[in-house]
Every structure is written in C-alpha cells, then in structure tokens.
C-alpha cells in the first residue's frame, strides 16, 4: 500500500510541477503549486516526518503561496475570458468537489465525539511522536542556539526597519523640477 502512494504521490509532484512551468496563466501556476507542496508534504508523510509535513503544508503551501498570491494580483495582470467548456468544467469540478467535502462533513458530525481529553492511561502509554521529539530537543539540549537564531533575526528584522526608514525622507520629499527658462513674452500687435 505504501509503494503504490508514494508512486501516486511522486506522480503528483512531478505532474504539477510541470503545470507550473508549462501554464501560461500565474494563478493557476501558482495554485498548482500548492498542490505540489502538499503532495510533497504527503511524501514526508509516509517516510514518517510528520512535523516536517506540516511545517511544508503551513510555511509553504500556506504562508509562502499566499504571498506569491498577492504579488500576482498586485500587478493586475488580465484575466483570461472563460466562456463555454472551460467554464462548465470548472462548475461541475467545483460542484463536485463541495458535495465530496459536504458528504465527509455530514459522516465526521454524525460519528460519536469524546470531549476532553484523553485519559491518563492513554497518554503515558503513547509513545513520543515525532513532533514532540523535537520540541522536547529544541527546548532542552539546542535552547541556547535557538535563542541566538532568534535574536540575530531580531537585529536582522530591526536593520531591516531602519535602513528602509532611513531611505523614506528622500521618497517623501522629491527633488524639484529642474527650473525651465522663462516663456517669452509675446510681441504686442499693431494696430490696423
């Protein structure tokens, strides 16, 4: 089972991915290059690296495409007229798509839910996920370092803030126009 999700995952990423080079159109590259992170994000899944999973998903596929987003509306670039097949495909694939995640929605609020959390039993009997692995590392043996990282992206930020307040005086007040030499003036007309 996991070959053949990994081959349809792999298949995915490399089938996107050529969708982003080859589509003439940026948002659709873009978008499916979110689909790209997130089979990449379900590779890392089957080789049990679920923290780096959805550090991928959230970083990437999230923060990283929204701004690729807006950067691409920012520039207005046109849109491309949709009228005939184009447009009923992409009804019918989204009509399709909201009743799939309508039907999961009705299944998961009719199954039974437990509220509160898990006995005592069934926590110290879990073993440490991957995720709390790392966090328990990073917060013990690499503190120090991470603390460091921290605040040299702190100073970095800061830097950043001030040189770019530095420069905003010079944007504010324009140079003047260089001074043009004054019209001449006109030649009085005689009297006929």
């Not at 490399?14 to 978008?31: D, K, W």
């Not at 009228?83 to 609020?109: K, M, N």
């Not at 690499?142 to 830097?159: D, K, N």
């Not at 003047?176 to 007309?189: D, F, L, N, V, Y």
Request: hydrophobic share 60%; glycine share 8%; with cysteine.
């Amino acid at each position: 089972m996991i070959p053949a999700l990994f081959v349809g995952f792999a298949a995915l990423l490399v089938g996107c991915s050529l969708m982003v080079i080859l589509h003439r159109n940026p948002v659709t590259s873009a978008l499916f290059l979110v689909l790209a992170f997130c089979s990449l994000a379900g590779i890392y899944l089957l080789l049990h690296a679920e923290f780096v999973a959805m550090v991928q998903i959230i970083v990437y596929a999230g923060a990283i495409m929204v701004l690729f987003l807006f950067v691409v509306m920012y520039l207005n670039l046109k849109r491309d007229v949709e009228q005939g097949v184009h447009l009923a495909l992409r009804r019918g694939v989204g009509w399709l798509l909201g009743g799939v995640l309508l039907a999961e929605s009705v299944w998961l609020f009719t199954r039974k839910w437990a509220a509160g959390p898990a006995s005592d039993e069934v926590l110290m009997s879990a073993p440490i996920g991957n995720t709390q692995a790392i966090g328990q590392a990073l917060y013990t043996r690499y503190l120090f370092p991470f603390e460091i990282t921290s605040m040299v992206l702190l100073v970095a930020m800061v830097g950043a803030v001030v040189i770019a307040k530095g420069r905003v005086p010079h944007l504010a007040h324009p140079a003047p126009p260089p001074a043009t030499p004054p019209a001449a003036a006109p030649e009085p007309q005689e009297p006929a």
